[in-house]
């Protein structure tokens, strides 16, 4: 995928996991959701600059932004040649690289025939959906719950959930709808066990098919690099790597103690 198409997506991006605080900053945008989601903490450098001395400028900027919202800096940086400078510098100020993740896409939508009506479809989260995605995926307590549920809500999305034979919710996912023909797959969860019943394949075939009914021509998805389980089931379904990201996270000036 070229840098335009690419620069689009990462438009996309922003646009389905919106932090609940943004501000611009020289081509960085800076956000922040109470520490709710790497991703909606963290700086977009959607122009990461070239210039040395104008980026360690940003930088400073930066830190001291998240510092005041008692935050530490994190940076989501692609891994292309136009964030090379920015990556020098936060290397040579020793940021941490960490959770690498693939941007998956797919051109037309699902060939799985018919409906599966099994599959809930839903327009919001129900507390079911949000109880288990949040189980797998989930860091903190309530009130990070709710601002999580914030994130997910200022984006127009579908949600789906599959029950076991049971009837307990198995697996989840989300198909969020910025703008423009392109959804955005996320929030993908399954009950750890209830893996390896065919819940996700699911769950991805109907969000592909509810797409296709709205008239959407592609699709991305973000699945962290390690996650071989995963990659495979979206490889199956055939979505092909366009890019891949890192975030980058200041070290602390100086270690914690237990006091």
């Known amino acids: ?31 922040a959701a109470s520490g709710v ?29 998240y510092r005041n919202r008692r935050l530490p800096l994190i940076f989501q940086v692609f891994e292309d040649p136009c964030s090379a400078p920015l990556n020098a510098v936060l290397d040579e100020e020793r940021f941490t690289r960490q959770s690498e993740t693939l941007v998956l896409v797919r051109v037309g939508g699902t060939e799985s025939p018919g409906t599966d009506s099994g599959v809930e479809i839903s327009a919001g989260p129900s507390p079911e959906w949000l109880r288990l995605w949040w189980s797998v995926d989930g860091r903190g307590d309530d009130a990070a719950l709710a601002a999580a549920r914030g994130i997910l809500e200022r984006c127009p999305s579908l949600y789906a959930l599959v029950r076991d034979d049971d009837g307990r919710p198995a697996a989840v996912g989300r198909l969020a709808l910025p703008h423009g023909g392109t959804g ?34 592609s699709y991305w998805l973000l699945v962290m690099a390690a996650n071989a389980g995963a990659r495979e089931l979206y490889a199956r379904a055939g979505f092909q790597a366009a890019g891949r990201y890192l ?3 200041e070290r602390p000036k100086r270690h914690l103690t237990g006091c």
């Open 37 to 65: 989601t790497q991703r909606a903490n963290s700086v977009w450098p959607r122009e990461p600059g070239a210039d040395p001395h104008r980026l360690l400028a940003a930088l400073r900027e930066a830190r001291l932004w």
């Open 247 to 249: 975030y980058r996270q």
């Open 184 to 217: 955005g797959l996320y929030c993908m969860a399954t009950r750890p066990d209830a893996r390896r019943n065919g819940h996700a394949a699911r769950i991805l075939q109907a969000l592909l098919r509810e797409g296709d009914a709205r008239g959407l021509g």
């Open 1 to 31: 995928m070229g840098q335009e198409p690419m620069t689009r997506l990462e438009e996309l991006m922003d646009a389905a996991w919106p932090a609940a605080e943004r501000e611009e900053s020289g081509g960085w945008m800076l956000r």
